[in-house]
């Protein structure tokens, strides 16, 4: 069962655009509060949906962790509506936490749809000679040796991910970089990517 904080938030920056209300449950949702604003963001929900769907999974993602890490504070990263929406807009290191977790849940689920093969926009990640490289996909772990192991041969497309989270998390925000609270939360975001 989903709180009533994955509904209700109610923020600034790309959470108002992005999120809104109901919270990107509907990934309809991102794509109508994304037309305003045009751009890239728009276009992917009009050309590719699965990526919007995969973000709405991060976002949810990163609120679910939020909760399991704050529950045992007086704040759990839940709240109802304007209330949530008023603590997020404040310079508090929950906001903070908020806005690294988010910008983590997005990159995590992007980066794992790509490596699942849910995404066609991205997938294997060549190694550094040009083709997956053979020799680790022939050369088991020496501990596993005497058990059934078997290469998958796919790395993660952690780059397709991150430039996701960064495409939707961080586009307004970009915009006015000289709002010191721009800055800080662009920061927060990028500490949650790494």
């Known amino acids: ?54 973000v709405a999974k991060g976002a949810r993602l990163g609120m ?41 849940g997005v990159l995590h689920a992007v980066t794992r749809a790509c490596s699942q093969g849910d995404l066609l926009q991205c997938g294997c990640v060549p190694s550094s000679s040009g083709g997956l490289n053979e020799q680790a996909m022939l050369t088991p772990n020496p501990a596993l040796q005497d058990q059934h ?14 430039k996701i989270s960064r495409q939707f998390l961080d586009t307004r925000k970009r915009k006015g970089l000289s709002d010191i609270r721009s800055l800080i939360d662009l920061h927060n975001n990028e500490a949650g990517r790494l």
Not at 149 to 162: A, I, K, L, P
Request: glycine fraction near 12%; aromatic fraction near 8%.
């Open 149 to 162: 192991w078997e290469w998958g041969g796919c790395g993660d497309d952690v780059d397709f991910g991150y």
């Open 64 to 104: 679910r962790e939020c909760q399991h890490q704050f529950r045992h504070h007086r704040w759990n990263c839940t709240g109802h509506g304007k209330n949530l929406g008023k603590i997020l807009q404040q310079d508090i290191r929950e906001t903070a936490f908020v806005n690294g977790i988010m910008a983590a």
């Open 1 to 54: 069962m989903e709180s009533e904080c994955h509904r209700k938030i109610v923020k600034t920056g790309w959470r108002q655009s992005v999120m809104g209300s109901p919270l990107v449950m509907d990934p309809n949702s991102i794509c109508r509060r994304s037309k305003p604003s045009g751009g890239a963001n728009n276009e992917l929900c009009q050309t590719q949906p699965e990526i919007i769907q995969e």
